[in-house]
């Protein structure tokens, strides 16, 4: 027993030396290691992210400027603040202020979890945001002649409104 946990603590050294001395092999690999984990738990997250988007459709109300987390109504951002801050995401009230946090991604690097953001068709300013969940479809808190509340569209049918993305996760 006393040698096992001695050759656990050379072990263990060994790598923290090998790290500190910039050896790149296991840096790397190290550093390659920990995004793929990353990685993978921000995948993790946007999967339980758009489950939980999915779960609140027929049950959330859209009202305009609205953000009332216990009677399930929202507009269309604060329905986004709501659902990715259930999984510790911390997003601003606001389609302006949304459209500026984390990073920008191109249409074409979309991932699941991703914010994406539109116009109203008649000028550039970005007054609407929903979330990309594959397959060329997105979610989103929305009102129509025929919806209130959580909706799932294709990206397809909004793409001359289509303004910009960000990735937060």
Same mark, same amino acid.
């Given at each position: 027993?006393k040698?096992n946990?001695?050759?656990k &603590?050379?072990?263990?050294t !060994?790598?923290?030396?090998?790290l500190?001395?910039?050896?790149? /092999?296991?840096?790397?690999?190290f550093? %390659?290691?920990a995004?793929?984990? !990353?990685? &993978?738990?921000?995948?993790?997250?946007? =999967?339980?992210?758009v489950a /939980?988007?999915?779960?609140? =459709?027929g049950k959330?109300k859209? $009202?305009? %400027?609205?953000?009332n987390?216990?009677?399930l109504?929202?507009?269309?951002s604060?329905?986004t603040?709501?659902?990715?801050?259930k999984?510790?995401?911390?997003l601003?009230?606001? !389609?302006?202020? =949304?459209?500026?946090q984390? &990073?920008?991604?191109s249409k074409?690097n979309?991932?699941v979890?991703d914010l994406?953001?539109?116009?109203?068709?008649?000028t550039? !300013? $970005?007054?609407?945001?929903?979330?990309?969940?594959?397959? %060329?479809?997105?979610?989103?808190?929305t009102?129509?002649?025929?919806?209130?509340?959580?909706?799932?569209?294709k990206l397809s049918?909004?793409?001359f409104?289509?303004?910009?993305?960000?990735? $937060?996760l």
């Open positions: 027993m040698n946990w001695m050759k &603590t050379i072990i263990a !060994t790598c923290c030396v090998a500190l001395s910039g050896n790149a /092999l296991v840096g790397t690999s550093v %390659g290691q995004q793929a984990a !990353t990685a &993978t738990s921000a995948s993790a997250k946007a =999967q339980s992210i /939980l988007a999915k779960s609140l =459709q959330v859209y $009202v305009y %400027g609205t953000n987390p216990s009677s109504i929202f507009d269309c604060s329905f603040k709501y659902v990715f801050g999984y510790g995401v911390s601003k009230w606001g !389609t302006s202020s =949304q459209k500026l984390g &990073t920008y991604v074409s979309l991932r979890g994406i953001f539109f116009n109203n068709g008649k550039s !300013t $970005v007054s609407h945001v929903g979330i990309y969940i594959g397959n %060329g479809q997105f979610i989103h808190n009102i129509g002649s025929k919806i209130n509340g959580v909706y799932i569209a049918d909004y793409s409104r289509y303004s910009t993305a960000r990735r $937060v």
